[in-house]
């Protein structure tokens, strides 16, 4: 999905949004552990219910891999069934992959050619020929790491070098010596509010992948005013807040709700683009 039908997307549904699916056995609704594959169950009930108020789904690896081989065949019965069911869904493997280029390059061939998914979210801090394995498939994106939602982004994202230029922001400089906003993206935490500013005064016009709204507590209208294009320029995840908002045998059903919720404070935050 290049960066023109992505944006189309983000018009004809009013919405910006990316569903986390960070799918936690110990969280869903128990009637479900009855299924042969609880994850998935979880999962497709999710997507049936949030697809039409999104245009993205975020799958974390670290729930999956912590199943072992169960968890990961969920991850790829979930990944296909988006793919067969909702072909305008962009998908992200949040992996936060990244390290020396022989080991950049299998972790690229599995999510790019085994996967086929779109994007991959990487680390950037092993350097350019830990990323550019995974600039190498036309057609996927890189999602690299450069101003992180948790506490502890303060512990070395935002330390100074001895001419004042903070560590993030050397990430989105150098790194746009590798790739360009047709193939490149980056993971802002929402919790950052003003930081915004400084990031798109580096980085005008690439796609924002922004965790941190719900249940984290960042604010979508600070994101937007700080962080918004006349492209969007923006997707924004929400997991938690959607995805646990009911334990019971109506969790679809209220996911679908907390969903629209979101997707209608995203329309009103498009009118002057879209």
């Known amino acids: 999905m290049n960066k023109q039908q992505l944006f189309e997307n983000i018009k004809r549904k009013k919405s910006f949004l990316c569903v986390g699916l960070d799918t936690d056995i110990k969280k869903i609704p128990e009637h479900l552990l009855k299924e042969e594959d609880p994850i998935f ?27 072992g081989v169960k968890g990961w065949i969920a991850f790829e019965k979930t990944v296909q069934y988006i793919k067969s069911n909702y072909p305008d869904q962009f998908i992200i493997a949040d992996a936060k992959r990244g390290d020396i280029g022989n080991t950049s390059a299998m972790y690229a061939r599995t999510f790019f050619e085994e996967l086929d998914i779109d994007s991959v979210t990487v680390a950037p801090y092993m350097g350019e020929d830990s990323v550019t394995p995974f600039l190498t498939y036309k057609g996927k994106w890189v999602i690299l790491l450069a101003l992180t939602s948790n506490k502890g982004s303060h512990d070395f994202q935002l330390t100074e070098d001895k001419d004042g230029e903070r560590l993030f922001e050397k990430v989105l400089r150098k790194s746009q010596e590798w790739a360009n906003d047709e193939n490149m993206m980056y993971v802002v935490g929402a919790t950052q509010g003003r930081m915004f500013e400084d990031i798109r005064k580096i980085v005008p016009s690439h796609f924002l992948l922004v965790p941190g709204i719900g249940a984290q507590g960042g604010s979508l209208e600070e994101v937007c005013k700080y962080g918004m294009t006349p492209e969007c ?35 009103e935050q498009l009118k002057n683009i879209c």
């Not at 169950?41 to 690896?61: E, G, M, S, V």
């Open 233 to 267: 320029g923006l997707i924004v995840n929400s997991s938690r807040a959607i995805i646990y908002a009911d334990k019971t045998e109506s969790f679809a059903e209220t996911a679908g709700k907390e969903a629209h919720k979101v997707q209608m404070q995203m329309e």
């Open 41 to 67: 169950a979880f999962n497709k009930a999710i997507i049936d219910a949030t697809a039409p108020y999104c245009i993205a789904y975020k799958p974390n690896l670290a729930f999956y891999e912590s199943m």
